[in-house]
């Protein structure tokens, strides 16, 4: 009740339906339908009220920038969020998430988008792009010391005894992902959207719906954002098919952001392959771990291995589709 007298007076939106969402992390979700018939998306926060303004913001400064991404409503008070639930009101955005994997035209499609929406954030206020080793993409001292950690956990789930067999296997192979970055040039460094995974990308048929839930991290490698989406676990897993569709994202991606460095694009693999051989996320995950992330671990454990095993071979077909 006190969700929905929030609803009408700081938004002005009289709800006749509410329908909680199971997805979100650090937001309790719903969907609104006001007695107008028009849907809403509302985020009820958990904490870190602060954060989410600048997430907020972020967002909006895409919109601005012709990105498509979903309209936050404002509260009858002229603010993004209405800090007594705490919560937030966004349009609703009909369509799927690239969870299911991007196949067919759907690759050039989120290529054109990303592409325009790494060229409007490398125009935000607070961080020009720069450039900065590739080393950076993940420390792999700090990563062992996490592998470690995992594989000392005693009193284990079957999850968690899988997870250790993984990071095992993952630790063993850190010195080749050092190798990996450490032979590759410098890379562009700018803000980002902060969580591109494909849980955020809303697909309508072959076309990009909107880009959700920015997140107002610091400014970090593009070519680790282009490799969230177009590397994604459950893309790769389905086939070779990923290969010539990242090469069709990139082309796109430089159509949509035409100043790009070659370099950061030619790099998309390898930045994910080491970047994702050095995580030990969800594998270090507390039980219980929901059915869809232990699917999401166990997938993304075999794509960082599907991808060390084909790096020189994508990188060179990459390089072909590549070329002026």
């Not at 594989?151 to 005894?161: G, L, V, Y």
């Not at 991606?253 to 080491?274: F, I, M, N, Q």
């Amino acid at each position: 009740m006190d969700f929905a007298r929030a609803l009408e007076e700081s938004y002005g939106v009289r709800a006749v339906e509410l329908h909680r969402i199971d997805a979100g992390t650090n937001t309790i979700n719903y969907r609104v339908v006001g007695e107008d018939g028009r849907r809403w998306f509302a985020k009820v926060y958990r904490g870190g009220l602060e954060r989410e303004r600048v997430a907020i913001e972020l967002t909006e400064f895409a919109r601005r920038g012709g990105v498509p991404v979903a309209e936050v409503r404002r509260t009858v008070g002229g603010e993004v969020i209405d800090a007594g639930v705490p919560m937030s009101l966004w349009e609703f955005v009909d369509g799927e998430t690239a969870e299911g994997g991007l196949t067919g035209k759907r690759w050039p499609a989120v290529g054109t988008v990303l592409g325009r929406l790494h060229r409007r954030l490398a125009e935000h206020p607070a961080a020009a792009p720069t450039m900065r080793p590739a080393v950076e993409v993940r420390d792999m001292r700090r990563a062992a010391q996490s592998f470690d950690r995992l594989i000392a956990k005693k009193s284990m789930s079957p999850f968690e005894e899988w997870a250790c067999e993984a990071a095992r296997e993952r630790k063993a192979l850190l010195g080749r992902a050092g190798a990996i970055l450490a032979e590759l040039p410098e890379l562009t460094v700018q803000v980002l959207h902060g969580d591109l995974a494909a849980p955020n990308l809303m697909l309508r048929d072959d076309a990009v719906a909107a880009v959700i839930d920015f997140h107002p991290s610091g400014p970090g490698f593009t070519a680790w954002e282009i490799a969230r989406i177009g590397c994604d676990p459950r893309t790769v897993i389905l086939g070779d098919q990923w290969i010539d569709g990242l090469g069709e994202l990139l082309r796109a991606y430089k159509d949509g952001h035409p100043a790009a460095r070659l370099d950061d694009l030619l790099s998309t693999v390898a930045v994910g392959c080491a970047h994702t051989l050095g995580s030990t996320f969800p594998l270090a995950e507390p039980a219980p771990v929901s059915p869809s992330l232990e699917r999401y671990a166990r997938a993304r454990h075999q794509a960082a291995l599907i991808m060390l095993d084909r790096l020189p071979d994508v990188q060179e077909t990459l390089r072909d589709r590549l070329k002026p």
